[in-house]
């Protein structure tokens, strides 16, 4: 296997937590001041991920991306800490992750999928290192999730090369979970240069994975779509590449239409765009995760296209766009978060809500109020 060099450095992070303000966690800081800002127990989890420290390294990892998805206020500030060493320990010579996504709609063979294109990478590559990232809804009535995709990859869960990591989106929309961004992070810090990521399988709205992977892959079950379906706006538009799974036994022929209609379908979203030059052109792949066909195919277009990002100068252009997306989404959340922790905006929010509940006003202005309230508050601090 073939594992190009990636010149581009990781991307750090920088968030706060603190109403302050002035607990912040830069990029710039020096290894010995994150070190002195870490607990013991982040500090053994630290030692253990990059080291020999005195947690098993699996382990170690797990209560790593626990920590990064936890909602507890000094669990965030260590889980920050952790990952701005964990980046900082990083050797230069190290090559950054090939982040891969696999989108597509419930009911596709996602798991499966991933698990025999994993097994198959594996055995090519004895050297080989890879994480798997499954993302599982949760429930709008309870909030829980039972994370059941990690049951569907006994094997790939098993590999001592392997490490299977089930997260639940706790009610996020967009096919991730809040914090999905940061655990492919760690993982890309840990070591593994190959992270494959399996979101919910929401639907054509499923796009937010593409600002977490280098490529995305649409996984499409046999019969899944006619031409039309393959035209509309959404994930389609958006993925690099397209497999039509389940294509064995009695299946195999509705497999061939579907990826016959996709075809179709790529050529007109081709010709309606407004810039038909130096593109790649999304191949579709009949695959089996049975039969093991069509997983040689998938791993060429991967290759192809990590190649057409890298002549075109694209993948550091990719990177850093994706950056700024979560920068973004990040400062949406923080900004929740500080609302709902400041007294003074939970008292306005609560008498904004009862106006609105009376009609007296509408939500958007509702919005606004509670906005400037906001702003009201950083003046005074």
Not at 62 to 79: C, D, F, G, V, Y
Not at 125 to 149: E, F, H, K, N, Q
Not at 264 to 286: C, D, H, W, Y
Request: proline share 4%; net charge positive; aromatic share 6%.
């Amino acid at each position: 296997m073939n594992r190009a060099a990636f010149q581009l450095p990781f991307t750090r992070r920088f968030c706060f937590y603190s109403t302050s303000g002035a607990n912040r966690l830069l990029s710039k800081a020096s290894n010995h001041a994150t070190w002195a800002a870490m607990s013991k127990p982040t500090r053994d989890l630290a030692q253990s991920i990059t080291e020999t420290g005195p947690i098993q390294r699996r382990v170690a990892l797990s209560r790593a991306i626990t920590l990064m998805e936890s909602k507890n206020l000094e669990h965030k500030q260590q889980a920050d800490n952790l990952l701005t060493y964990l980046l900082a320990k990083r050797p230069k010579d190290q090559e950054p992750s090939l982040r891969i996504g696999f989108a597509g709609p419930p009911g596709t063979g996602k798991s499966t999928m991933i698990e025999a294109f994993g097994m198959h990478l594996l055995e090519k590559d004895p050297d080989l290192r890879l994480a798997a990232v499954c993302i599982d809804p949760a429930s709008g009535i309870s909030g829980g999730s039972i994370l059941g995709d990690k049951t569907r990859m006994t094997e790939l869960s098993r590999h001592n090369r392997a490490y299977v990591r089930p997260s639940s989106n706790a009610g996020v929309l967009g096919g991730l979970a809040a914090y999905t961004d940061d655990v492919v992070t760690t993982l890309s810090a840990a070591g593994y240069p190959l992270i494959l990521l399996e979101t919910v399988g929401l639907g054509q709205s499923e796009i937010e994975v593409a600002q977490s992977v280098d490529i995305l892959i649409l996984l499409l079950p046999p019969g899944g779509g006619d031409e039309l379906q393959g035209v509309k706006k959404g994930i389609v538009e958006l993925a690099n590449i397209i497999a039509v799974t389940k294509a064995d036994g009695n299946l195999l022929e509705a497999a061939k239409k579907t990826a016959s209609d996709y075809r179709g379908a790529l050529r007109v979203l081709q010709i309606s765009g407004s810039n038909t030059e130096n593109i790649f052109k999304p191949p579709v792949i009949m695959t089996s995760s049975v039969a093991k066909d069509g997983l040689d195919d998938l791993w060429q277009s991967i290759q192809d296209y990590k190649a057409f990002l890298m002549e075109n100068d694209r993948w550091e252009k990719m990177r850093q766009r994706q950056s700024k997306y979560w920068m973004w989404k990040q400062f949406t959340r923080l900004m929740q978060q500080y609302m709902k922790s400041d007294p003074e905006l939970g008292d306005k929010a609560q008498h904004l809500e009862s106006e609105l509940l009376h009609g007296d006003l509408t939500p958007r202005v509702a919005a606004q109020e509670l906005l400037e309230g906001v702003f009201g508050s950083l003046r005074k601090k």
